[in-house]
């Protein structure tokens, strides 16, 4: 009798598409979502860069292996590579960090020998995997993973490097400073100063060397959306407002306000828009207002931006094996990883590009990777005064001034409206009971309202998998399993809630 309950979706990226497989095929007939822009699929997007297929948003499946869902799907639709179904691919255990082959470049226009700086690389990677084991140990000796890590480097590079000259110890805590800026973009963090410590080790990964979608992350939104009833979605109908704990009547305690005035009944709404959005619009979205609980971990959590630049090029100036291209600058043995001056130093973020393979597939196509507010800022200049400093660091760290990009295209997600930033980080102070207030559905347990009116999902309601595609399709089906397991262990005798 559940199936008659009237559920309402805010949102049609993959957590609200598969809360709505979920309960369409449970056999829920009154299920809508609302979507406030024209499309389907939210950080999901695939876009074109000339004739090439690029990402905008979500780009691998981060550990592909049987217990992850998004690999499972996308394995059934048949959306990936052979390779990435082999055994091998899904027994690899890459700790989140897939071990691709760097070049390393620095800004006096050297191309870096891998064996000198390897020691850095290696005592990073140290320092990252002893950062994620304050989680369980409890007690964190820093607040924030910057601090663990620039103390802790600074000691060990004092005692494993005093017999290295000067200049390679100096050239390796530079190194470092661009590690951070990795993570920063890993992370969505402004700053790895603005990771909890002891909240960092929250995040737990899956086995499976990451792989992309060849033909778009997209395919996978297509698939899924072709499986559910037409007319399920409403498109360009923003939510303004969630009134729930409406108690004048017993049937449909809750009712959605729209952004053009429509307003819609329901018993059950579940709210999958962005962490970003909500930390923004948390007190018009909701009336009554949120329990302080609830809207202080929406605080504390981090959200962050992670932005794109696409570079297109008639020629490689990197080596045919090279996956990943790091540029270290030579001033930065103080290991800080965000600018002062963020206009006139934001390029100085862009920790490098990945490399787009295999090659046959898309010609020569690096992508940039830049998170934080100097990503925030560079969302504000226009295509062309990025393709020109992009043009000019590349000049710089070649030392080659003849190379022209083709084409260039960069993504804007902090100032899209519907997601304010990329995705979300335990913030400092963070803990377990931050990402379990975040899922915590409407009204409170012991309440005498009705229950379940107001559910939550999304990427940044998942325990240990937040910031993923898998954790957001994981908390889109427990919203749905939520409401399935309500239903059924009410007895059947009780008169449906709401009528045909
Ligand atoms: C640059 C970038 C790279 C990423 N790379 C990866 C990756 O490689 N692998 C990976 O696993 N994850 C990656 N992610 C994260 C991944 O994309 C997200 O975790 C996931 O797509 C989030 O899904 P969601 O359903 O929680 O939210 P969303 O996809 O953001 O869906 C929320 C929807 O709500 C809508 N909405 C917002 N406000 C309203 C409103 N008021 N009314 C109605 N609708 C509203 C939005 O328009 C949107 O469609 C990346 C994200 C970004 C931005
Ligand atoms: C919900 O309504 C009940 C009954 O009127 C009331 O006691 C309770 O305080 C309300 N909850 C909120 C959060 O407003």
Redesign the pocket.
Known sequence: MGVNAKVVI????????AAAHRLANAGFHHVRI????A??????KTGRLGDNIV????????GPSEENP?FCLARQYRLLDPEALTPENQAMDVGGHPPWVPNIFSSSGRKLNTEDIYPALEMFAELMYESAEFESQGGEPWACVGDFIRSEAKRRAAEEWKDIDATTRSLRLCVISNMLKVECCVN?SPSMDEVGLGAYGLYKTLPGL?CTFPGGYEGLIKNLMSELPSGLVTYN????CVHWNNTEKKENPVTIE??DGERIVSDHVIV???LG?LKK?HSA?FRPLLPLHKLHSIQRLGFGT???IFVEFDSPWWDADCEIIHLVWEDEDVMVDHMPDVQRSWIKKLFGFTVLKPTERYGHVLCGWIAGHESEYMETLSEQEVTHTITQLIHRFTGNPTITPRRVLR?Q?FHDP??C???SYPGKGCSAQDLDNMMEPLPMKGSQSQPLQVLF????THPCY???????LL??WREADRLISHYSSISPSEPPKSKL
């Open positions: 805010i949102g049609c990226g993959i957590s609200g598409i609302l979507e406030a822009t499309r389907s699929g939210g950080r999901i990402e905008i948003g979500a780009n691998w499946i981060h998004v969505g990451d109908q923003a939510v303004r729209c952004n999958t828009v962005p959005y619009h979205l992670n932005n794109k993504s997600w519907w997601t930033g990329s995705y999902a999304g990427e940044a937040y910031s993923t595609v898998h954790g957001a908390t889109g």
